[in-house]
């Protein structure tokens, strides 16, 4: 059975930084995508960024030279670094694994992301 646990997420002052992690169990990623994507209450999920399996990196535009995506594919686990965080960053983040970024193969469970001001 393949879970995504996600973890690191809380409540932080805007400016300040979390990194989030998602670690795979049941199934290696390594050859895989793996995509961050977020949901603000009241608001549409939205994709984040995203890590190829040959780490090609991309993001959306609001939070491009300030997130991080990278990945362990030892630890079967992906990163969401997050500096300089804003409170429209605020959301619940879901880690995705495999698929396409339209219809992601696996979700985690979410964890919260809120940025007071």
């Known amino acids: 059975q393949v879970q995504l646990v996600e973890s690191g997420g809380g409540l932080v002052q805007a400016g300040g930084s979390l990194r989030l992690s998602c670690a795979a169990s049941g199934r290696t990623f390594s050859g895989s995508a793996m995509r961050w994507f977020r949901q603000a209450e009241g608001k549409e999920r939205e994709f984040v960024a995203a890590?190829?399996?040959?780490?090609?990196?991309s993001y959306l535009d609001s939070v491009k030279g300030r997130f991080t995506i990278s990945r362990d594919n030892g630890k079967n686990t992906v990163y969401l670094q997050m500096n300089g965080l804003k409170p429209e960053d605020t959301a619940v983040y879901y880690c995705?694994?495999?698929?396409?970024?339209?219809?992601?193969?696996?979700w985690g469970q979410g964890t919260q992301v809120t940025v007071s001001s």
């Open positions: 890590i190829s399996w040959n780490e090609i990196r």
């Open positions: 995705t694994a495999g698929g396409s970024i339209d219809m992601p193969a696996y």
